[in-house]
Each structure stands twice: as C-alpha cells, then as structure tokens.
C-alpha cells in the first residue's frame, strides 16, 4: 500500500525535471522599462532600433526589458522596489505619483521635449458602420437613446480620458461652467450600460458582443480594433474637438543610480524624438511631436482640435483629485439621492 | 489550547500542531496582520467614513448576497454532480470528471471574458436568454453565475472522496432494516455527506467573496447596483491609497471571518452531535 | 459492479434523470465556457493557434508557471497533510477557529493577496529597506510570485482532506499503533495510503489554481517579459494588446491542466488496482479487489458514522 501513494509524488518530480532555469542575458546592459499594458507593439519595434543605434554609436550592446501592464498597477510596482530603469506611461498621475516619491525628478516634464511625451494621441468614437445614430460630436453621447460603452473612469486609464474629453467639452462650450459640465457629464454615464474592466474589455463589449451606439477610445486603438475585427466593421468618427492624450517619460534616478545606467537610459528616452523614434510612433498610429512626420503621415491623422488636461484642468493632479478621488464629481454623480 | 491527546495514542499531535500553526503564521496570518497594521494609518473617524459609505455597503452588500446565492447553488448542484461522478456510469465521465477542475486552471479574466461573451446578449447562451427578458452579462444575476463558475470545483471535489469512502454495509444494513431508497439516502447517505458539504459551500463562499478577476468583466460594475468590494479596493489603489484600501479589506476579512466561523462552528457541532449520537 | 438490491441503488429512471441533470449543468457551466475559450483559441486557424504558442515569451511564461506550481505544492501538501491529522484526529479547544483561519485565504481578495507581500517586502514595506540594502529580491521576483501562489492555495489541500479524515476515523491508526508501528511508518503505511484519493485531488485543485492564479501573482510580479510573467499574466497582456487568438491560446493551455487530472487519476487508479492485485493475491482473502469502482483500495474504514 505504500507504494500506491508514490505515482504522485513521482510526477511532481518528473515535472520538475523538465523545469529548465531562464537563460541569462549575454548585452552589456539590461534596461528595464516599465511601461502601460497597449504600449507593446510600440516598443517590441523600438528596442531593436535603438539597440542598433547605441551599438552603431558606442560599441555597447544594450538588452532592454519590457515590463506591460495597468499604467497606476506598473507606477507602484516601481514604487515598491521593481528596478525600472525608465517608465513609459499613458498618463501623468502615475509618473507625478513616482515624482512625490522621490524616484523620478520632480520636475520630469522638463527632462525632455513636449512635456517629456514623445507622441501623443487623442480619444475618438467608434460607431457601427454607416452611423446609424448620426453620432459626430461629444454632444451626441448625452443623447437620450444613445449606448456608450466606456471603461470605468475610476480604474483604467481609457476611463479617465474619455470622461476628461466629456468634462472639457461641455466646459468649452458657450456658457460652459463646472455645472453645466457636471450635468452633461452625467447625462453620457446615464448611456453607459456598463463600465468595462479595461480599455480592451470596452472593445470586446462593443465589437464582438455588439452592445451600445458608440466606443469612446483611444485614436491609436482604432487601428488595433480594425485589425482584431476587421475594417468596415465601424467607423472611426472625430469630434469637433478633443483630449490631447500624452505619454509622459522618465528615468528613474533611484534605479539608474544604483545600477549606474543613466546614459543609456538617457539615450534610450531621448532617442525617442529622433526621426527613427518619431516614425515609428506614426507607424504605430499615435501621433508623432515632429512636425516632418506628422506630415508624412498626415493621412492616418486627421486634424482635430484637442485641449490638454493641463489648459482645462490646471494640471493632471487637480483633475484627477477634483473628478477621481473618492468624493470627486464621478462619484457625485452616482450619489444616492 | 489544553488538549484531549493524551487520552488516546496517536502520535504526531505536538509536531502537526506546531507545524500547522507556524506555517499559517508565516504564510496568513503575518501578512494579513500587516494588512491590518498598515489600515491604523487611518483614524477612526476614517476609517467609520469609508467602511460606512454609502457605495462600500452597497458593494459589501451584493458581494455577500451574490456570493451566498453562488455558494447554495454550488451546494446543490455539487450534490448532484460528485453523486452522478461517483455512483452512476455513463459515457466519456473521465472527461466529465476532468472538467471540473476547469474553473480553478483557467484565469479567472479568462472566464470572466469568457463568460461575458456567452452571456451577452447575441452570445451562445444570452441569446437564448434575453427574448425571456433574463439579462445576464453586466447585471448582479452576472456575478451570480462568475461566482457560480469559480466556486463550483470546492463542493464537487470536497464530496467526490467522501461519497468514494461511504461504505457499502451502510447502504446494505439501512435496506434490510426495510429502509427505502429515499430514506436511505435522506437518514444514511446525506447526513455522511453533510460535514464534506458544508466545507465544500464554506469553500465555495469564501472563494466567491474575495472574487475580483472574473467578476469585474461581466458584472457591468455600475456603482450601487453591480459593483463589488474588490473593485472598490481596486479603485482606492489607483488613487494610491493603500491605507483605504487596506480597510476596505478589513471590513471584509472581518464580515468573512465571522461568517466562516459560523459555518465552521455549526459543522462542528453537528459532527460532534453526530458522534455522540452514535456513540449512545 | 455487483447488480444491487432496490434499496441499495435507484431506480434507472431516476439514474437518468439525475445524470442528465448534472450534464446539463456542468454543460452550461464548463462545457460552454470551455468550448467557448478553445473556439476563440482556434479562431484564425491551427497554424495560428501553434504560432502563439512557440512564441518565446509564451514558453517561458509556461516554465515560470511550473516551477511555481513545483514550488507551492510540496510545501502545501506537507502542510495540508500535518494540520488535516491534528484537527481530524484529535480533539482540541479553538478548532473551529483554527478552522477558519486556515479557510481564511480564500476570502481575501487576490488583490489584496498580492498587496499584503508588498506592504511586507515592498520597498516601502516593512522589510523593503533592509531586503533592498541586502540586494535581496524578493518582490517582482520568483519568491515573491511563490509566496503569493503559496497563499492562495493555502487551504486546499488541508480542506480536502479534513472531511475525509474526519470521516475514516482513527481507529486503524491506532491499531497500527498499538500494533507497535511508529509514527512514520503509520502514517505511510496507513494514513497516506487511505487519503490518497482526498490529497490527490487537494493537489490537483491546488495545482490548477496555483497555475490559474491571476490577482495575486500580478501584484507582485512585476510583469517583466520573458522573466516573472506567468501564464496568466502572459494572457491578459495579450487580450490587452488585441492579440485574442494568442491569448486564447495560452488560456487553452491551462484549460488542457484539466486533461492532466484526468491523467494523474488514472495513474494512480492503475497502480492502485495493479498493487490490489498482488495483496489480494498474497494476503488474506477477504480483501478482494474492486477494481474501476474508484473506492480506496481494500481499506474498510471502520468510520465514526455508524447507522
């Protein structure tokens, strides 16, 4: 009886001989960049450009690490000790949260060009095809009869931006006040059915369960939806005006200090506005700072006039207390009356 | 804990105890007194103000409703299916069997997507669904069913060992006393099953309160009507607020630790009662 | 199977309708779900399907997996297996207590699972500085995705197998006891041998969420590709990047772990009949191999619940 207890364990030792232990890196640097969940593709074509471009002019190889994942979950993880060289986000808050912590400058907006954002991009609706609604601006998603699916503007990032655009809209219409913002804001939540778990979820909701008139999202996810569902499935519709969405970056001095990789996390960011860095922001469909590049592939990006949270907001900071917080105007609205 | 060991002669009581307890410490207990330690960084007065809100009752509310109603269909039905699995042969039941443990191996973002999908409304099941007026995906009815999904290995696979055991000179001795199938079942069988049923529901309870993967993709997660507590902690973290979090937490592990206590104590009782029920 | 009497077995109607029942519902509840996942998986076709799958990243995602799950198991079996024969076996004060405090992890949010390692080990945690200033990683590293899987499986194994415990009694225990046994060797020879069926599905669950784990591992694992993202992580990072038929293939992977209970079940149930065999055949002939029936071998358990 004994030995028919042993096949278990058995097995347990089997697996663990096909358990085979990473490999280590052979570069003569290891940068780790930790960065928002969509950012992939972005940098699985970057790295290997600069890697080029660092060899060709120091001699040095360099192996740069992705870490992806929510943009506020990645900050604290960095906060909590993952050694990232640099961070790439999708939203200030989170490289300000690192700033009031002390692991990155407090003035890394000023580190590099364009507000430390090598690109940018902007929220925009996904309708079905054909329109049927006849939805083309900001002020259609408070219509009544209208669906808007949108992430939860307390937990993702997507969330945030669609309900900032919503909220600087109806303040920079005529006679627009926080008021009267408050009021259109709550009208657009009032069509949401749900709020997604994430930018992604939102998407799946609207393109393959086919729920709700309209998908408020990131103008670079247009592209990745018409290859996930295919094009002509919907139509990408600019409103009259928009949220200029940056992507701040930053060194993290507390980690590069201590492995002594500042110059090439330097080059490695600031590379990031150089024709290479610009075009392949473009090819990725965000929305290159070169001038030169944005005109080249003016085609994919249709002008639009968008505000910065800065220019309607005072600063990332006091939108994200004055709207996010516990308390802010997303909870007042779903206040029990 | 004054023990009754001596009375009897088994070994191993010192060693397992202590093992038990140090391991638990390490691994539980330490960690979650450093949840609490961290959620005195508020004050009272704070922490009352977060427990208390209108929105956290509301979230505290239907993560205990939804996953008590989870935990009792598991218990139904888990009866039924380790019964079937155990006693009844019928074709490709290996497979069946294999199944079961699918809720624990998949990412419960895996079946949270999954389950939104099915249920939504032009989903394999949904559609069948919504022409009734049963709207499933993005309603509580939906964390219903995620809770349903992740809770239901715990009481299959805690009765399948126990009904395996159930000795056949049970069953045989109930029926020449003249008993019938059903009271068999209801006098014999069941009460054997009870202990291992009510771990099995405890599991499945515990399991769906603390749920937060699943839950969130096809719950909808409206304030108030379809948001749960672990998406309020999650939100009070992307504010980079640990502290809330954390009380948030605790009011949780409290409401869970009583509740589980309760189940346990009863479950003990009645094994106790039983017992001595035999004993006489 | 021996053809029972009317009272020791349902009437066939009965049988049906329970079994078809049960199918319909594990149908709706697995099946679907299953087929739905295998289904998306396969979506852009087979070639698509292998291609995610060789991807490096995802290989390595799945090594990471395993070796988490070989480390989490031993140390919960051992733990399961010791606090399982102190509250079956013995009688104490506080035991429901200790009851609920081993249930406890599973009502803690996976969140909050991850969160309390970093609060602990977390740069800014109680012992962040000194792990920090010692080099030690512990976070965002593997010990700290072990731990993490470590305390959410915590009470599988030890709940498996207190009911069933509980439930055989101590009675030939202590015979083997009495019978001058040691303690190891009762509790090879006796204990494990009798809850093998219980401690084999314990691990089997365990292993199935200590692979499955999301919540928690995400907290403390850091996401670093190709490096602390394990399977699940690698899933939701795709779904996140639209790449759902990667995602879905990786998802099918763990959801094929239910093929290796099934494995793992047979196997033992091989050897089982197979050692069956032989004892009967060298010892006493009252113990007469059931085989198939799925029973624990040949024990009779003379078990507290008397009619």
Not at chain 3, 267 to 273: D, F, L, P, S, T
Request: aromatic residues 10%.
């Amino acid at each position: 009886m004994l030995r028919s207890c042993r096949p278990l364990f058995a097995a347990i030792a089997l697996a663990g001989t096909f358990a085979a232990v990473p490999q280590m890196a052979s570069a003569d640097v290891t940068l780790l960049n930790a960065s928002y969940d969509v950012a992939r593709d972005f940098y699985k074509d970057y790295n290997p450009l600069f890697q080029k471009y660092w060899k060709a002019k120091t001699g040095e190889s360099v192996e740069v690490k992705q870490s992806h994942g929510g943009s506020s979950k990645q900050v604290r993880a960095v906060a909590d000790g993952l050694e990232a060289d640099v961070v790439t986000m999708n939203q200030s808050p989170d490289v300000d949260f690192l700033a009031e912590k002390g692991l990155v400058a407090r003035d890394y907006t000023k580190k590099f060009p364009n507000n430390a954002s090598p690109y940018t991009s902007t929220m925009v609706f996904i309708v079905r095809r054909g329109n049927p609604k006849g939805i083309h601006d900001w002020s259609d998603l408070g219509r009544s009869g209208i669906q808007v699916i949108l992430p939860h503007p307390k937990t993702s990032g997507n969330g945030r931006y669609s309900y900032l655009g919503a909220w600087g809209y109806a303040l920079r219409q005529p006679g627009g006040n926080d008021k009267t913002a408050l009021e259109f804001v709550g009208r657009v939540l009032k069509n949401a059915p749900l709020f997604a778990a994430g930018g992604r979820d939102a998407t799946t909701t609207f393109m393959q369960r086919k729920l709700g008139d309209v998908l408020v999202s990131f103008e670079s996810e247009a592209e990745l939806i018409a290859r996930e569902f295919g094009r002509g499935e919907f139509e990408v519709v600019y409103p009259s005006q928009s949220i200029l969405a940056e992507f701040p970056v930053a060194i993290v001095d507390r980690v590069v200090d201590k492995k002594g990789t500042r110059r090439q996390a330097q080059a490695y960011l600031d590379y990031l506005w150089s024709k290479e860095g610009q075009e392949n922001a473009a090819q990725n469909y965000q929305r290159p700072r070169d001038p030169e590049v944005l005109k080249k592939y003016a085609a994919q990006f249709p002008a639009i006039r968008t505000f910065t949270v800065d220019e309607v907001f005072g600063s990332w900071s006091k939108a994200f207390a004055a709207h996010f917080r516990d308390g802010g105007s997303f909870d007042q609205i779903y206040q029990v009356k | 804990m004054s023990v009754a060991a001596a009375r009897h002669v088994l070994p191993g009581f010192r060693l397992g105890m202590g093992y038990t307890i140090l391991y638990l410490s390490l691994i539980v207990l330490l960690p979650l007194a450093a949840m609490v330690f961290k959620s005195t960084e508020l004050t009272a007065a704070q922490f009352w103000a977060i427990a208390s809100g209108e929105r956290a009752l509301a979230s505290l509310r239907i993560t205990f409703g939804a996953s008590l109603l989870a935990a009792m269909i598991n218990a139904v039905f888990g009866v039924l299916t380790a019964w079937v699995l155990v006693r009844y042969p019928f074709p490709g039941k290996r497979f069946v069997d294999a199944l079961v443990d699918l809720p624990f191996a998949l990412p419960t973002a895996v079946a949270g997507i999954t389950l939104a999908t099915l249920y939504a409304g032009n989903g394999w099941i949904g559609r069948y669904l919504e022409p009734l007026g049963v709207k499933v995906a993005f309603t509580p009815l939906g964390i219903v069913v995620a809770l349903t999904f992740i809770g239901l290995p715990f009481v299959v696979r805690t009765l399948q060992p126990v009904i395996e055991d159930i000795e056949p000179e049970l069953e045989e001795a109930a029926a020449t006393l003249g008993a019938t199938r059903w009271q068999t079942f209801a006098r014999v069988l069941f009460p054997a099953m009870l202990p291992a049923l009510l771990t099995g529901f405890t599991l499945a309870l515990s399991r769906a309160i603390g749920e937060y993967g699943s839950v969130i993709f096809i719950a909808g997660n409206m304030p108030l009507i379809s948001e749960i507590t672990p998406l309020l902690i999650v939100s009070k973290l992307e504010q980079y607020d640990v502290a809330g979090a954390t009380a948030l937490a605790v009011v949780m592990l409290v409401i869970s630790f009583v509740l589980l206590l309760a189940v346990n104590g009863l479950q003990w009782r009645l094994a106790n009662s039983r017992r001595a029920g035999a004993r006489a | 199977m021996k053809p029972r009497h009317s009272a020791l077995a349902e009437p066939p109607i009965v049988r049906i309708a329970l079994t078809t029942l049960a199918l319909l519902f594990l149908a709706f509840f697995l099946g679907l779900p299953l087929l739905s996942v295998f289904a998306e998986a396969f979506a852009a076709g087979v070639p698509a399907y292998l291609r995610a799958l060789a991807d490096p990243e995802a290989r390595s995602a799945v090594i990471l997996t395993v070796i988490v799950a070989l480390g989490v198991l031993p140390l919960n079996i051992v733990f399961g297996v010791a606090a399982a024969w102190v509250i079956a076996k013995f009688e104490f004060r506080g035991k429901a207590a200790l009851i609920t405090l081993i249930d406890l992890p599973f009502a803690v949010s996976p969140v909050v699972a991850g969160l309390v390692f970093v609060l602990i080990f977390g740069a800014q945690g109680l012992f962040g500085p000194w792990l920090m200033a010692h080099d030690i990683k512990i976070i965002f590293a593997l010990p700290g995705i072990v731990l993490a899987t470590l305390f959410v499986t915590f009470p599988f194994i030890a709940r498996e197998l207190i009911p069933l415990m509980q439930a055989q009694g101590r009675e030939e225990e202590e015979a083997a006891i009495s019978l001058g046994a040691s303690g190891w060797q009762m509790l090879w020879r006796v204990t494990l041998p009798n809850i093998k069926w219980g401690l084999l599905y314990g691990v089997i669950l365990a292993n199935a969420r200590a692979m499955g784990e999301f919540g928690a591992v995400s907290v403390v694992s850091g996401h670093i590709r190709g490096e602390t993202n394990t399977l699940p992580l690698h899933v939701e990072i795709l779904y996140n990047e639209y790449n759902q038929v990667g995602a879905f293939a990786a998802a099918s992977v763990l959801a094929m772990l239910a093929l290796v209970t099934l494995l793992a079940k047979t196997a033992v149930e091989w050897r089982m009949r197979r050692e069956t065999a032989m004892l009967s055949a060298e010892l006493s002939p009252e113990r007469v191999p059931a085989p198939a029936s799925g029973r624990t071998a040949g024990a009779t358990h003379p078990s507290a619940e008397r009619p």
